[in-house]
Nanobody, 127 residues
């Protein structure tokens, strides 16, 4: 499985960006996926997750109400729509994929809940 993330860039506070993550490979279809981010000098942190069916989603408190995770299985792609961006959203954003379904959506909110990771895409929000 390979994951390709894109859509990062520079934006002013209050602006929007949409990240995409496309999975490829034999086992890439219809898997739970998640977004994490790593701010400068900090640990990687959970942002959002979506179940393999798309029915269940989960967001971190810091992005709830501003970010939306969706998926389009025909394209094996997950998007992260980010609105009302703030300087504290500046980070490298990574997408991850879980091969096996887990009991709880919250299980994908930990790095060890995912099996594959893509290279990150940089998001920089200026004030």
């Amino acid at each position: 499985v390979q994951l390709q993330a894109s859509g990062g860039g520079d934006v002013q506070a209050g602006g929007s960006l949409r990240l995409s993550c496309t999975a490829s490979g034999r086992s890439a279809s219809r898997r739970a996926m998640a977004w994490f981010r790593q701010p400068p000098g900090k640990e990687r942190e959970f942002v959002a997750a979506i179940s393999y069916s798309g029915i269940r989603t989960l967001y971190s408190d810091s992005v709830e109400g501003r970010f939306t995770i969706t998926r389009e299985d025909v394209k094996n792609t997950v998007w992260l729509q980010m609105n009302s961006l703030q300087p504290e959203d500046t980070a490298v954003y990574f997408c991850g994929l879980a091969l096996l379904p887990r009991d709880r959506i919250s299980d994908y909110a930990r790095p060890d809940g995912l099996d594959y990771w893509g290279k990150g895409t940089q998001v920089t929000v200026s004030s």
